[in-house]
């Protein structure tokens, strides 16, 4: 090869290496940086999880989800075709793939509860077995709310053109469907599980509802986000609120919230109230069957059956030519 | 093998299986609870999909709103370089995908409207190429009216460093864009699958647009979540709006929410007007030409043109060693 | 092969042809609109990015940041276990590939912004590995006062049952985290990327948190659904904040904008303050240390230190038989 064709690749070369060179000094400093990580990691001040079971996965949990919303509403989410021919055995299959990856991950929560606590885990198999089959056995009460709350998404909402739509694409019936699985799960006490499903459908739809409120059937949230139902709450049955309301605790003193951690600070909510965008409900009043209440109101008392409260129009400030 | 030496592999069978007839029993009662659920689907109180056509699929959806984001926006969001030599094929090839999966989704979107109206489907075919052809021709205009969207972004935020930054990362953006071409579904007709869009777009931003509003050009809102538009809310143009502001329906009374159905049921905004955070303007009332409504404010009447309208300052009640 | 055997194929192939030809009917029109696609790229009014450098990927910023956390949190958000023994291998290669990933967008960044301002970019590489080491120096610091962050979550919830539980699946949380990390890439002038970073937390919680923004150590956000801490705010020490609270601008007219572009036009917030869910702090006020700020209260003026301001129990109207 003649001498002046190796110019080029020499100087290519030569720029690559000294590029290399000064990538590299970048490169060797990082060993010290995770030196560095290391040493803090060893302090009080942080959070690891080394040394430890292995823990629920955040993916695993979406899938389950998803994979009971499929069984839920059998069809619309499946990307194949469901007739009667192929229902049991396609729903048969979708449920013991339900059972295996929940058994999973209630074990895994359960583990890691245990080991919180230092406590042996000898019955942690069975027991996320138990619990796996327990929710399976709960699916047929579970279609049954759900279809009540779908119905009541097209009752209350003049904009719903069908109940497939609604089953389709409404926020409100997709954080109510999470909140329902997580609330049975709530119930047979798995630990951590139930707040990664509904803070799942929380980061989704902007709707917060604690696995521990207690929710009626026929409910309807309109729009929703912003939404926070905390977890002492109880709602009756056909009650609709609006994007925005706090069903939420009063303030607490920072000294006094381990007081509360076990009593009930949130809304009790009877049958067939509507509570409309931003209003907030603190603390445990109860607001009385039938009523209504309005925009941005603010309560902290009780509200009596069939009464509406709304703010006192505001006192506007209109500035400008045209005055009304 | 020595007899000694088969103990061990005994054991650890006889403590496998142990464990698989424990586990064993939680499956063998599976089928029980699928038949349970398979006898609920028979009810009328629960909703399914089956014997039902193929329905359009969320993730085709988000598919083909990010496609057609990349032509709309050429370059911002390809993993690929654009340059001009290239231009016109690449913009060729994602534009004839974006038609065949659009047409897809509106088949499967018309096909299943059909159905629930029991209804014969003969030109479905022809009709969701046609809507994908339809589609397609309003690129150019909507290219255009999302620039002067970009544009009101840069200048309504001083916190915008550059225009590329808007199209990057703002969430009002990318809701407007979502919404703008789901409008262009909903004046073709399409059902279903406009909603699921804006529904889409809702999850990833707090911003939920019904794609029957009607919007003018120019259009910004800053930071977004909790925003909603009502299906026959009409904005005119350069409007600016902020997080939380609600333009919707009035309460309606149960019996009546039919009746409403197809009436015009949400506001007016004319052209220039800025909406401050949390605001709430219900009903159809006429917001005039370049008012300004300030945060908080709850309005179910007219404003003149030229008008600001503010909440009263709220008598503020101060408790502590410091009162002002 | 017998005659009569051929026609079923026949006929299949002519329906098959006649679709097509109604099909490609609609495909021959497609490179027309691809044509006007083309032809409104050339006006002023539209935004592409062709013949430009390649830029920043929103997959791969989502990457960093999940690589971050997982780096941040050792085993919380890891596939695999981590012990003592494979920890510092483990963090060692997270690490360096954080570091490639990082240095990777931020030279992208740098290149955009180079390009915008038509500068040369002879430094970019070396910058761009610079800021990534500087980036990962910064880790163990990010480590102590996210364990800050952890515990206010733990102090201040009493829904809270453990600090995993917050880990796993607080959106507040997970929003600060990720603002902290914008946060050091801002303070190391990179373009862009700091913001596409928030977004992805603001689209995944809620939570809008200007990368700009200067915040505390122990800082904890309830819920967090509408929050917005705008680009010049300044937050104390153990602050403590609800969902849909906004530490916005003051309203501009349009013409000011530019001017204010670069001013301090946000709260500052001291120490040990709590402010309730949708209040509006706006403008650039200082509410003093230890004071707490009432739902919905909207602020503009100063709060002297250990000051309450609550709204003034606003009148309500009952309307019903039970009007307490």
Chains 1, 2, 3 share one sequence.
């Not at 970048?26 to 040493?39: C, E, S, T």
């Amino acid at each position: 090869m003649p001498a002046e064709l190796e110019k080029p690749d020499q100087c290519l070369l030569a720029d690559e290496t000294s590029l290399n060179e000064s990538t590299l000094n970048y490169y060797r400093q990082i060993p010290l940086a995770v030196h560095k990580l290391l040493a803090t990691c060893r302090k009080d001040s942080c959070f690891d999880h080394v040394n430890a079971t292995p823990i629920p996965s955040l993916e695993s949990v979406s899938e389950i989800l998803h994979q009971a919303r499929r069984i839920l509403f059998p069809g619309y989410f499946s990307p194949t075709m469901l007739d009667s021919v192929n229902l049991e055995y396609r729903l048969g299959q979708a449920t013991t793939e339900l059972f295996e990856k929940l058994s999973r991950q209630v074990l895994l929560s359960i583990q890691h509860e245990c080991m919180r606590y230092n406590q042996p885990c000898s019955r942690c198999m069975q027991l996320s077995h138990e619990t796996g089959l327990r929710f399976i056995e709960t699916l047929p009460g579970l279609r049954e709310i759900l279809g009540t709350d779908t119905r009541a998404a097209m009752d209350g909402d003049p904009a719903a053109k069908s109940h497939d739509e609604a089953i389709f694409s409404y926020p409100g019936l997709f954080a109510i469907t999470v909140y329902r699985m997580a609330h049975v799960l709530h119930g047979l006490a798995v630990p951590l599980l139930p707040r990664i499903m509904t803070e799942y459908a929380h980061s989704m739809t902007g709707i917060d509802i604690h696995p521990g409120a207690k929710i009626g059937e026929s409910f309807f949230i309109d729009h929703g986000t912003g939404v926070v139902i905390g977890e002492t709450t109880e709602i009756g049955n056909r009650v609709r609120i609006y994007q925005g309301v706090t069903l939420g605790a009063l303030s607490l003193p920072r000294d006094e919230i381990d007081r509360f951690r076990n009593l009930k600070r949130h809304p009790t909510i009877e049958d067939d109230v509507i509570i409309y965008s931003n209003a907030s409900i603190l603390g445990n009043p109860v607001i009385g069957a039938r009523s209504i209440i309005g925009g941005n109101v603010w309560i902290t008392e009780d509200v009596p059956p069939d009464t509406k409260v709304l703010l006192k129009v505001p006192e506007l400030v209109y500035i400008g030519n045209n005055k009304p």
